[in-house]
């Protein structure tokens, strides 16, 4: 699975909308683009993928670049519970019916101020 | 729909103890995974078990082994413990783990001392 490029740590002020970025460079074609979340010694939380297109669901927005090289979550209104530690995973969809495990990088820590 | 559970949340051993960490899968999903979460190497997969059966592992010692019941429930256990071994311990279910999205539970915090 290619690797991904998060910034260390952001902070973003509470209602603001939280725009974080991935650098993914050497993506597959057959490669989805994976958000998780993690809150402090909880488990990590899906958020939302995406393959091409821009996906949006309840919980935020994902903007892929048309080359795929790269792509920006966005939490429209950031509360002081999504103070996080945001994971951008890229996943190839296997074929061959063999498991694919997460492969998770260092994210990045938002903190989400008053 | 009820998420993955991981039981028990919190463990303290000592070394040399052995441990046996279970999880339940959302239901309806056949894959669960297992990874081990410190500081020091983030989060680790260990393996994977589908339908019973082992597919896929990490790379960690023979101490560290796995089984999946009929109902999809996993357990994982750790033998010999040391005290590296202490972390979070998370469990992942989806469908059938051929690139669907994985829903991690809980984990469980084990403390070796």
């Given at each position: 699975d290619a690797k991904t490029t998060q910034p260390p740590s952001m902070d973003c002020a509470e209602g603001r909308a939280a725009n974080l970025p991935c650098?993914?460079?050497?993506?597959?074609?057959?490669?989805?683009?994976?958000?998780?979340?993690?809150?402090?010694?909880?488990?990590?939380?899906?958020?939302?993928?995406?393959l091409k297109n821009n996906e949006t669901n309840e919980m935020a927005s994902l903007i892929i670049t048309e080359d795929r090289k790269s792509s920006t979550l966005i939490l429209p209104h950031a509360t002081l519970r999504d103070t996080a530690v945001y994971y951008c995973i890229v996943r190839a969809i296997a074929s061959s019916g063999s498991a694919r495990q997460l492969t998770f990088g260092s994210g990045t820590q938002l903190t989400v101020l008053p | 729909k009820a998420g993955v559970t991981q039981t028990p949340r919190?463990?303290?051993?000592?070394?040399?103890?052995?441990v046996t960490l279970?999880?339940?899968?959302?239901?309806?999903?056949?894959?669960?995974?297992?990874y081990q979460q410190t500081p020091g190497q983030g989060l680790q997969f260990l393996f994977e078990y589908f339908s019973e059966t082992q597919r896929n592992k990490g790379n960690f010692p023979g101490r560290f082994s796995g089984r999946q019941f009929s109902n999809s429930r996993s357990e994982m256990n750790v033998s010999t413990l040391e005290l590296g071994d202490s972390a979070?311990?998370?469990?992942?279910?989806?469908?059938?783990?051929?690139?669907?999205?994985?829903?991690?539970?809980?984990?469980?915090?084990?403390?070796?001392?």
């Open positions: 650098n993914h460079s050497t993506i597959s074609g057959n490669e989805y683009v994976y958000w998780y979340r993690q809150i402090h010694s909880q488990g990590p939380q899906y958020i939302i993928h995406g | 919190y463990l303290i051993k000592t070394r040399g103890q052995q279970s999880c339940s899968p959302i239901s309806g999903h056949r894959s669960v995974s297992w979070l311990y998370l469990c992942a279910s989806s469908l059938d783990g051929v690139g669907d999205t994985q829903y991690f539970g809980p984990g469980t915090r084990l403390t070796v001392l």
